[in-house]
């Protein structure tokens, strides 16, 4: 059983950046992040494939970037200019199968918050 841990979170203004961190304890492939935003179902925001390409949510294309960190267990997402509607709490999973935007996924963090003022 793979257990995922996400950091990072925090309350900033809008237009700022947050990095947030996810590390595994386990090997884990195709790895994404997703948030759950108040009033809305959880959402797929980016995915790191395993031949390393990655895709996003039309939400967050140009300000959000994905990736790998020296060891294959840590994934960061790069936020910058921040909005209020990016506020919600964020998850990485692990493992995705099928559409990643689907959240197939047999491992979940705990999630993280994210909180954007105007």
């Known amino acids: 059983q793979v257990q995922l841990m996400e950091s990072g979170g925090g309350s900033v203004q809008a237009g700022g950046s947050l990095r947030l961190s996810c590390v595994a304890s386990?090997?884990?492939?195709?790895m994404g992040w997703f948030r759950r935003t108040p009033g809305k179902k959880r959402e797929g925001i980016a995915v790191l494939e395993l031949d390393g390409t990655t895709d996003y949510a039309d939400s967050v294309k140009g300000r959000f970037t994905i990736s790998k960190g020296n060891t294959k267990q840590t994934l960061y997402l790069q936020m910058i200019d921040l909005k209020p509607e990016d506020t919600g709490t964020y998850f990485c999973?692990?493992?995705?199968?099928?559409?990643?935007?689907?959240?197939?996924?047999?491992?979940w963090g705990q999630g993280t918050q994210v909180t954007v003022s105007s």
């Open positions: 999973a692990g493992d995705l199968r099928g559409p990643w935007y689907d959240g197939n996924s047999p491992y």
């Open positions: 386990g090997d884990t492939y195709i």
